[in-house]
């Protein structure tokens, strides 16, 4: 494996890509005895003669190349003396859960998450589930890879299997509190939420489940990614052919849903967010909520209309599991799907998130659609990308262009006035620009969404 292999699969959160072309059991070896070592490197104090905060916790998704990769992964981590802990096949919020309920130095699950089938890679985890990513230490562990050349090792650790199911839906189950009976249409995207769908919530008082794609088998009807309309057209006929209440759809390593109404249309995130934020705040008064920066005002105005302090932060995972835990927030939620929750350890959960909204709308004797109705009072654009050559000479141009409206820079450039607002941020890996605009009047919505669009050049198609 050339160290150009390296620089393309080690992204800004995870490691991913093609197999086994970009990524194969080789690398998967070198990732596994690179992390351990950074792992128990970082221990400190006690922790370091502490026999269970040595071990590391392995899981993997259903992908056809996950079980290979795992176990090269594990004698990786192994060829270190580190002993490992392998909890199966999962989905990827039970890591989180099974770092913490045992008490290890971090943990990695073998996943592509959305990604198609002929994707894999690794989500890599500290203490206390905390995430990995570029600045907190992949990047260490990549040049650990780098310099790697395998030989035997000096010793060997253990590997023991676990299964922590049963924990698991214990932990789950805390959140679903059903006021009435829910008919529920879940697509499973024939990914992990198919693993436990039937385990945690089949069978459960109140909760009738109409399953689709639940067959875990490492192919995908439809690629496992619900923020792609395509992928949703499925479930939406099935919500309106067995008039069901709610429809939801999980993401391949089942961290991430998408919900849809009654009537078949898709819930935007932000408005999730929202509506839980206001529960979440009934039983938790004056606390933080986070939300990323695209979110509809509709977000803010919720927590502090509930009493809440809203907490406004960067888009993506490791900033706002950061942000959740530096203000001791009750919640967070993002655009893309993910939701996280103060009272699982500060990480986000598709299986939580699905009991949590459950339950909300399970306490309205009214359909989902007109508990929604008052959120919507704000007309979003949704996101739309357009391609720029120099993107950060395009952002000094929207900054003179609106250099009369409150302007900050937390991530891209956000735009504000009273009846309506955008953020454009840069894209990591392409010469995109993405674009979020809002206002209090589709017409409004519609005139600046062309004014500030005319500025970035031509959209890119979906």
């Not at 003396?81 to 008490?103: E, K, R, S, W």
């Not at 310099?147 to 253990?158: E, K, S, V």
């Not at 309106?240 to 819930?267: K, M, P, T, Y």
Request: glycine letters at 8%; one cysteine or more; charged letters at 25%.
């Amino acid at each position: 494996m050339t160290d150009v292999n390296i620089d393309k699969v080690f992204k800004a959160y995870d490691v991913r890509g093609t197999y086994p072309d970009q990524l194969n059991e080789e690398l998967a070896w070198k990732i596994g005895h690179a992390t351990a070592q950074f792992l128990r490197m970082n221990l400190t104090g006690p922790a370091r003669a502490d026999v269970r905060k040595n071990m590391v916790i392995v899981g993997r998704d259903m992908r056809l190349s996950s079980p290979s990769l795992c176990s090269a992964l594990i004698d990786g981590i192994r060829s270190t003396g580190t002993n490992c802990i392998d909890i199966g096949m999962i989905d990827t919020p039970q890591i989180y859960f099974a770092i913490n309920h045992l008490g290890c130095c971090g943990g990695i699950q073998t996943t592509a998450s959305h990604n198609p089938g002929h994707y894999n890679g690794f989500k890599i985890s500290g203490l206390a589930a905390r995430p990995i990513g570029e600045n907190t230490g992949l990047n260490e562990i990549k040049r650990i890879c780098s310099t790697l050349r395998r030989n035997p090792p000096a010793q060997q650790g253990t590997v023991e299997s676990m299964d922590i199911w049963e924990p698991y839906k214990h932990h789950v189950l805390r959140f679903l509190k059903l006021a009435r009976p829910l008919k529920v249409v879940v697509d499973a995207s024939n990914g992990m939420a198919g693993k436990f769908i039937p385990a945690i919530f089949m069978g459960q008082p109140q909760l009738n489940i109409v399953p689709i794609n639940m067959e875990v088998t490492g192919t995908f009807k439809h690629e496992p990614n619900p923020l792609v309309d395509a992928n949703l057209r499925q479930l939406q006929e099935a919500v309106l052919s067995n008039g069901a209440d709610l429809g939801v759809c999980f993401d391949g390593d089942a961290d991430r849903c998408i919900f849809v109404d009654e009537q078949a249309r898709v819930i935007r995130c932000d408005i999730v967010t929202a509506l839980l934020a206001r529960d979440f705040l009934k039983s938790n008064p004056g606390a933080a909520v986070v939300y990323d920066l695209r979110s509809s005002r509709v977000v803010k105005e919720e927590i502090e209309n509930a009493g809440g302090t809203p907490r406004r932060e960067r888009v993506g995972h490791a900033f706002m599991k950061k942000a959740l835990a530096d203000s001791k927030g009750v919640f967070g939620g993002e655009l893309s799907g993910h939701f996280y929750f103060r009272d699982s350890f500060n990480t986000d959960s598709g299986a939580i998130a699905f009991a949590c909204t459950a339950s909300v709308l399970s306490r309205f004797d009214v359909p989902v659609s007109h508990v929604l109705k008052p959120l919507l009072r704000w007309h979003s654009s949704g996101e739309i990308n357009y391609e720029v050559a120099d993107k950060d000479a395009a952002i000094i141009r929207l900054a003179e262009t609106y250099k009369d409206a409150a302007i900050d820079y937390l991530d891209g450039i956000t735009v504000e006035y009273d009846t309506w607002w955008f953020n454009v941020r840069k894209s990591n890996t392409e010469p995109l620009l993405r674009l979020n605009l809002e206002a209090n009047t589709a017409e409004t919505m519609k005139k600046k969404l062309e004014d500030v669009g005319r500025q970035l050049g031509t959209p890119v198609a979906h």
